[in-house]
């Protein structure tokens, strides 16, 4: 019986949530895949239940080897997800080559496969977001990572495989667990300690006309749905393809903002700063998930949580408890 189920990426953000949704539906026969490192990264995986740990190039010497089996799906949530990462070589062997190489894996084993892509493949946004596979040979992105996630959308979509797996374009998420993500954590998590400690916010100006400071627009998931979505595709649904992990609404980094101050009982505060060069010219002004494939073909019809149940859940059950 195959009743394994592998998570990369499982000390992370939304692999840490993954699996602890994991453990609450009775799942405990869970081999986690990350690098845990000499950094306090390993404090994620505190209270949750699973057979053991291992380096992601230990789990591909378990593959090549032939000494991997009785596994039920892999969850591959691993990758660098640094927007400003620069090393090529090192994304395209981590993000694409690696995940193809457990990809082959799965489908030649009947295992299910399920795996992170990232909205940032759209790039600019100009082409909208259709998760549809005509739209997905024409995007742009405009960095290297969102390429490195696109390299692989479209090896799947060029071999015929996204009939027999399924992809999640996560939007901009946001919730417990993303501590250790640096400069990669979600404006809810760095915001609440900036006003915990001088009482305001601090957003990015607008460099373009078409936009006013802090009217910038993302699609914001609270990383419980983005655990939902996932677990809807790697247990309950056998659909496959490329789905867009959005909630479909795009609200402004003020309403973001806005939403915090009131799960806090504060009064806003927010002051706006320059952007960084770095992100100019490759900055995403406007973000909204076309949903409709994934709740026709997908079949997730659940609601997702709106900014502020999301920002109000996050604060109460995880920042303001420390």
Excluded at 216 to 236: E, M, N, P
Aim: charged share 25%; aromatic share 12%.
């Amino acid at each position: 019986m195959k009743d394994l189920i592998i998570v990369t990426g499982a000390a992370g953000f939304i692999g840490r949530n993954i699996v602890a949704m994991l453990n609450a539906r009775g799942y405990h026969n869970l081999l986690l895949v990350d690098f845990l490192g000499q950094d306090e990264k390993w404090q994620n995986l505190v209270g949750l239940r699973y057979e053991d740990v291992l380096p992601p190039p230990r789990l591909l010497d378990l593959i090549l080897s032939g000494k991997l089996s009785g596994v039920r799906a892999i969850i591959h949530e691993g990758a660098c997800s640094a927007t400003t990462e620069k090393n090529a070589d090192y994304l395209l062997e981590n993000n694409y080559r690696y995940t193809r190489q457990l990809c082959e894996w799965a489908l030649a084993n009947d295992t299910r496969f399920v795996y992170a892509s990232s909205a940032a493949t759209y790039g600019d946004g100009s082409l909208g977001y259709s998760d549809a596979d005509s739209v997905t040979e024409q995007l742009r992105p405009l960095n290297m990572y969102g390429y490195s996630k696109h390299m692989f959308d479209l090896w799947a979509l060029h071999n015929g495989l996204l009939d027999k797996i399924a992809g999640l374009k996560y939007f901009n998420v946001y919730g417990p667990y993303e501590d250790h993500k640096g400069e990669m954590r979600s404006l809810v998590h760095k915001a609440y300690h900036q006003i915990k400690t001088r009482g305001y916010i601090e957003l990015f100006k607008s460099d373009r006309p078409d936009y006013a400071d802090g009217e910038q627009k993302r699609d914001f998931v609270y990383v419980r749905d983005a655990a939902k979505v996932t677990l809807h595709f790697a247990l309950d649904s056998k659909a496959g393809g490329l789905f867009n992990c959005g909630a479909g609404q795009a609200r402004t980094w003020l309403d973001l903002a806005n939403a915090l101050f009131a799960a806090m009982g504060r009064q806003p505060d927010i002051r706006f700063i320059d952007m960084p060069a770095i992100l100019k010219g490759k900055y995403q002004y406007f973000t909204q998930a076309d949903a409709k494939k994934l709740q026709t073909q997908g079949g997730y019809t659940t609601p997702f949580a709106s900014v502020e149940e999301g920002v109000a859940d996050y604060v109460k059950t995880y920042l303001a408890r420390g």
